[in-house]
């Protein structure tokens, strides 16, 4: 994980989102499906301790899940309330 601001040497992403697009190799658009989906998936029941809903949601919409799980685990993300609060940092909302 970078993000040091004392190392100017780095170009910077300007944003989070910009560097969650980069890592999850999707769409803004996609990821911010994702968001959603395990939001709503949460507010209805527990976090598995997986990345369960997660991979159901790409599996459904045809989203190659290998490269989106392995940008989530980067990012820290290892069941979906850690992946839904990945998505929401920096919100938009
Ligand atoms: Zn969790």
Redesign the pocket.
């Known amino acids: 994980m970078t993000g040091d601001p004392l190392e100017p040497d780095r170009p910077p992403i300007t944003g989070w989102p910009e560097l969650l697009t980069v890592a999850l190799t999707v769409e803004p658009v996609v990821w911010r499906a994702l968001q959603r989906y395990l939001g709503g998936a949460l507010a209805s029941r527990a976090?598995s301790?997986r990345l369960r809903e997660a991979a159901r949601w790409a599996a459904t919409r045809h989203v190659p899940w290998d490269p989106l799980s392995r940008g989530l685990h980067a990012l820290g993300a290892d069941?979906?309330?850690?992946a839904w609060e990945v998505l929401s940092r920096g919100c938009w909302c």
């Not at 069941?79 to 850690?82: A, L, S, T, V």
């Open positions: 976090c301790g069941c979906d309330c850690e």
